[in-house]
């Protein structure tokens, strides 16, 4: 008892008190830095996917937005049947009015898929990374279409002109030619 009574009437001492702030500044400053690297990664992974992605003939756009669609359409029957089963009568409002906001305020899909880092909504679908929602540190976004695509299509026509600029094939595929 008597050890426990020392460290109940303690003062903090002037070295524990400057750890205690470091450890608070690292914390503040560090992981939100580190979150926002991390989402620049995922920035730059969505270019990359996009510039190397076969999709991006422009004729596959259409088939590429329906396999989205369907998709969502799949995963909303799946989560309606499981909160169904479950008889989950709140979940079912809930679900049902943001899907219907969703409808009526245009073109926007509300993606329940779980995206970090570099990896493909869906990647056996082969749809086009335009469509991709991009959410970092696991989080769900709701995602206007519009908006990604514009980001996406102006940062890969960026990565296109440094490749050409540095003598790569501008994302076309094709070998670069032996200067001189």
Same mark, same amino acid.
């Given at each position: 008892m008597a050890g426990q009574d020392r460290w109940e009437r303690a003062v903090l001492s002037g070295q524990s008190a400057i750890a205690t702030a470091l450890i608070c500044i690292v914390v503040l400053v560090t992981l939100p830095l580190l979150k926002m690297l991390v989402r620049l990664g995922a920035l730059v992974g969505l270019a990359s996917l996009y510039i190397n992605n076969p999709?991006?003939?422009?004729?596959?756009?259409?088939?590429?937005?329906?396999?989205?669609?369907?998709?969502?359409?799949?995963?909303?029957?799946?989560?309606?049947?499981?909160?169904?089963?479950n008889l989950n009568v709140i979940s079912l409002i809930k679900n049902a009015v943001n899907d219907t906001t969703g409808l009526i305020s245009g073109q926007r899909v509300m993606c329940d898929f779980v995206f970090f880092s570099f990896a493909y909504i869906d990647s056996e679908s082969g749809v086009d990374a335009e469509y991709f929602a991009l959410g970092a540190m696991g989080s769900w976004r709701i995602v206007e279409m519009a908006v990604l695509r514009r980001l996406a299509t102006?940062?890969?026509?960026?990565?296109? !002109?440094?490749?050409?600029?540095?003598? !790569?094939?501008?994302?076309?595929?094709?070998?670069?030619?032996?200067? !001189?």
């Open positions: 999709c991006r003939d422009p004729s596959t756009h259409h088939k590429a937005w329906e396999m989205l669609l369907a998709e969502r359409r799949r995963r909303i029957g799946e989560r309606n049947a499981k909160d169904v089963s102006s940062l890969a026509m960026g990565l296109d !002109g440094m490749a050409s600029g540095m003598g !790569g094939d501008g994302g076309t595929g094709s070998r670069a030619e032996p200067q !001189g």
